[in-house]
T-cell receptor, first 107, second 113 residues
Framework: GIQVEQSPPDLILQEGANSTLRCNFS?????LQWFHQNPWGQLINLFY???GTKQNGRLSATTVATERYSLLYISSSQTTDSGVYFC?????????FGTGTSLTVIP | DAGVTQSPTHLIKTRGQQVTLRCSPK?????VSWYQQALGQGPQFIFQ???????QRGNFPDRFSGHQFPNYSSELNVNALLLGDSALYLC????????????FGSGTRLTVV
């Protein structure tokens, strides 16, 4: 299967700080999504971004498919951004997930 | 518009027992996938159902089986439970062949004692 590596594994930020999360994957993919897992376990879809750049409020993401990596940017972080962020990639019906980045934003 | 609904939210079972988890997909979705998420890990793909058939299966033993009903809802069955089956089980729904539209439920947290 496709290997997905995320970094850093853990991140602690002061409220208002910016951060960049990285996702490297081992093979060509036709689907890449970023998810935020809330404290109740639900995976919230942040971006569908197999290539290019997208922005949604304080969040933005960039995928460079030819170099097999994606970046998630969080600006002006808030305590509600805390949780685990997952990158998931797919070539068909199956998602391969990384082990996630655990983000803690402190007031 | 209801999202993906999973039941029950929590479950405690004894080793060797059998369990059935349920998933109702988001309105308009026809494909259901199941994932297992162990503590501290990313979700692992179990299988996907479309048109009431298992379309693809991950690296899970035959103790894990599923079903999809004509209304697109789905069940995950696990037989002969092991302690290692303790995990969060997530259901995701999507519209066939439409990329990027996966919606996950909040999961069922299964504890095997």
């Amino acid at each position: 299967g496709i290997q997905v590596e995320q970094s850093p594994p853990d991140l602690i930020l002061q409220e208002g700080a910016n951060s960049t999360l990285r996702c490297n994957f081992s093979d060509s993919v036709n689907n890449l999504q970023w998810f935020h897992q809330n404290p109740w376990g639900q995976l919230i879809n942040l971006f569908y971004i197999p290539s290019g750049t997208k922005q949604n409020g304080r969040l933005s993401a960039t995928t460079v498919a030819t170099e097999r990596y994606s970046l998630l940017y969080i600006s002006s972080s808030q305590t509600t951004d805390s949780g685990v962020y997952f990158c998931a990639v797919s070539t068909g019906n199956q998602f391969y997930f990384g082990t996630g980045t655990s983000l803690t934003v402190i007031p | 518009d209801a999202g993906v609904t999973q039941s029950p939210t929590h479950l405690i079972k004894t080793r060797g027992q059998q369990v059935t988890l349920r998933c109702s997909p988001k309105s308009g979705h026809d494909t259901v996938s199941w994932y297992q998420q162990a503590l501290g890990q990313g979700p692992q793909f179990i299988f996907q159902y479309y048109e009431e058939e298992e379309r693809q299966r991950g690296n899970f033993p035959d103790r894990f089986s599923g079903h999809q009903f004509p209304n697109y809802s789905s069940e995950l069955n696990v037989n002969a439970l092991l302690l290692g089956d303790s995990a969060l089980y997530l259901c995701a729904s999507s519209l066939n062949r439409r990329r990027g539209g996966y919606t996950f439920g909040s999961g069922t947290r299964l504890t095997v004692v």
